[in-house]
């Protein structure tokens, strides 16, 4: 099996993103979105999915973060996608729950081709820092879940948006690492009854 890497680049009117993207890495990053707690959500989601991961972006940051987040997503998903391939021999499915303090986090996928995504939690504040929108928390795992062909089911509670920010980027992190392993059992299988992931 080669490797599983991948590495996109988008540009628009509103931004203009890169990722270079290992599935099978250390959990190395680097971050640079110009949202400073945007970059530690996405720093923590690789390195506890260990994903070797390299962003940036340029976004017009001066209307607001929503393009920026949005078009991360996108080239995210797009990076896990190409990276994945057509996910022979993959586990597929995980689960996990991830304590932060007062906060948890709890998300379920499926890599099975078919984007939705369900987010049950409320932020108490608008923004966390100067410059990161709570509501962008959502549209970032909708948007997401939905291009890169991933079922997510994730919940987060707490008192604290950021730790319960931080323990949902975990919780994406550690659940996409187990899903995407390498099963012994079916190194040669499309793990679907279809025969394709899509």
Not at 107 to 133: H, M, Q, W
Not at 141 to 170: C, D, Q, R, Y
């Amino acid at each position: 099996m080669g490797e599983r890497k991948a590495d996109v680049r988008r540009k628009t009117g509103e931004t203009e993103v890169k990722v270079r993207l290992a599935i099978d890495g250390a959990g190395k990053s680097v971050v640079n979105t110009g949202i400073p707690f945007f970059d530690h959500m996405l720093s923590s989601f690789a390195q506890h999915g260990l994903f070797d991961l390299e962003i940036t972006a340029e976004g017009d940051l001066e209307v607001d973060d929503h393009h920026t987040v949005e078009d991360v997503a996108i080239v995210l998903a797009d990076a896990f996608r190409e990276a994945l391939s057509d996910c022979r021999g993959i586990v597929r499915f995980s689960d996990v729950v991830i304590p932060m303090d007062e906060s948890y986090a709890t998300c379920a996928v499926d890599i099975g081709g078919r984007g939705y995504v369900v987010l049950k939690g409320t932020f108490p504040t608008e923004k966390i820092g100067n410059s990161f929108s709570t509501e962008n928390i959502p549209h970032f795992i909708t948007t997401f879940g939905t291009k890169a062909g991933i079922n997510i089911h994730a919940s987060v509670g707490g008192s604290n948006s950021h730790h319960m920010a931080e323990a949902l980027f975990k919780a994406m992190g550690v659940a996409l690492d187990k899903a995407t392993l390498i099963d012994p059992r079916k190194q040669a299988i499309i793990p679907s009854s279809k025969g394709r992931i899509d």
